[in-house]
């Protein structure tokens, strides 16, 4: 059994910061990758940034150069550092990790519950 979760979420104005927090906890054997998605509503869920072990960080057009994705593998915590928030970030982050479990050394990938936020004008 493996959870996510996720923290940091809320309301801020346009031009604020947020700061989100996913913790993995559970039967881990090891973490292949961890990110963070989102999806506003009416629209599909969206690649925001991902982090894999020994590659460089992974960012969607829309949120490059504001945006900061950050782990750390002793804690199994994947941070988002949010800059320069705009109303068109408005929408349910949600943190994803593919992990390989003690149980036989299976991989799957999981999420979090979701976390809200939203930018005003």
């Known amino acids: 059994q493996v959870q996510l979760v996720e923290s940091g979420g809320g309301l801020v104005q346009a031009g604020g910061s947020l700061r989100l927090s996913c913790v993995a906890s559970?039967?881990?054997?090891?973490?292949?990758?961890m990110g963070w998605y989102r999806q506003a509503p009416g629209k599909q869920r969206e690649l925001v940034a991902a982090?894999?072990?020994?590659?460089?960080?992974n960012y969607s057009d829309s949120v490059r150069g504001r945006f900061t994705i950050s782990g750390d593998n002793a804690k199994n915590t994947v941070l988002l550092q949010m800059n320069g928030l705009k109303p068109e970030d408005t929408a349910v982050y949600y943190c994803?990790?593919?992990?390989?479990?003690?149980?036989?050394?299976?991989?799957?990938?999981?999420w979090g519950q979701g976390t809200q936020v939203t930018v005003s004008s």
């Open positions: 559970g039967s881990i054997s090891s973490i292949n990758s």
């Open positions: 994803n990790a593919l992990i390989q479990t003690t149980y036989q050394g299976s991989t799957f990938r999981y």
């Open positions: 982090i894999t072990s020994g590659s460089e960080p």
